[in-house]
């Protein structure tokens, strides 16, 4: 970390290593991941030697990361050789004919023909086929964000988005989030995509949720703002605790950012109401 390190802190310094003993390691946990577990992808294969090991990107965050490309697939793993990535598009939903999405109710209407599962199964496999691979299972907590068909482009998955919430005495933890696809015919996991950043706040900040409440107002007056909920944030090579205060006036939603440390806020997103 840069410059002082913050208390309550507890961050993994990464980086990855491509070959050697680490790129072993990060192939064996990459193999487990795709053959061992509910829903394997890809459980047929027995070796992933020979696969060229290329640099992978992601979040700063993450560190450095190592992606390596198969045959119609490539997963990617961090420096705790943790999988944070995977594609399979081979083996993604499409549609035969393109020219369906320029009339949607039309392709919807053919994936829904060809869709042998529920939301509600999708959603469960996501949630059994990420809880058997991420590292640390038993003292993290996830709570699902999101779910949706994504239908507006070949291909098409169901896509299913979780972000993980402090538990285990912290107070906060980095904004980890997790998001399976599945193709909806065959219920296969065909994409992957996972934080898992070593990040966690366990005192109480000098800027508490009233501190944080009272900033956010002072920023719009005429909101009303909702309570104030705590984030790490990753900012210039260092982690730091925020709080994310969301406020609406029945026509836009707005987000301010209050520093929890400093006490600075300032808004960063507005989001229309439909």
């Not at 949607?104 to 691979?133: G, H, V």
């Not at 070949?154 to 193709?183: F, H, K, M």
């Not at 994409?191 to 956010?216: G, I, K, L, N, S």
Request: with cysteine.
């Amino acid at each position: 970390m840069r410059g002082t390190t913050l208390s309550g802190i507890a961050l993994v310094a990464l980086c990855a290593v491509a070959q050697g003993q680490d790129g072993e390691a990060g192939r064996a946990a990459c193999l487990r991941f795709l053959t061992q577990g509910e829903y394997a992808p890809r459980p047929e294969l027995k070796t992933l030697d020979g696969l060229e090991a290329h640099p992978g990107s992601g979040h700063p965050a993450q560190g450095e990361l190592v992606e390596l490309c198969g045959n119609g697939f490539t997963v990617a793993y961090d420096a705790q050789q943790a999988i944070v990535s995977y594609n399979a598009f081979d083996r993604a939903f499409r549609l035969p004919d393109s020219s369906l999405f320029n009339e949607p109710e039309r392709a919807l209407a053919e994936i829904r023909k060809r869709t042998r599962f529920s939301d509600a199964e999708l959603a469960r496999r996501a949630k059994a086929f990420f809880l058997s691979r991420i590292p640390d299972r038993e003292r993290r907590l996830f709570k699902r964000t999101d779910s949706a068909l994504l239908s507006n482009f070949n291909p098409i998955w169901y896509e299913v988005s979780y972000v993980e919430i402090p538990t285990d005495g912290a107070l906060a933890v980095y904004p980890n989030t997790i998001t399976v696809g599945l193709n909806p015919e065959t219920g296969e996991v065909v994409f992957y995509r996972a934080t898992h950043v070593r990040a966690r706040w366990t005192e109480a900040t000098p800027v508490d949720a009233d501190a944080a409440y009272a900033a956010a107002r002072a920023l719009a007056p005429e909101l009303t703002w909702k309570e104030p909920q705590r984030r790490l944030a990753f900012v210039e090579g260092e982690v730091r605790p925020r709080w994310v205060v969301a406020g609406d006036d029945g026509k836009q939603i707005v987000v301010a950012d209050v520093d929890a440390v400093g006490g600075g806020a300032k808004v960063v997103a507005v989001f229309p109401l439909e």
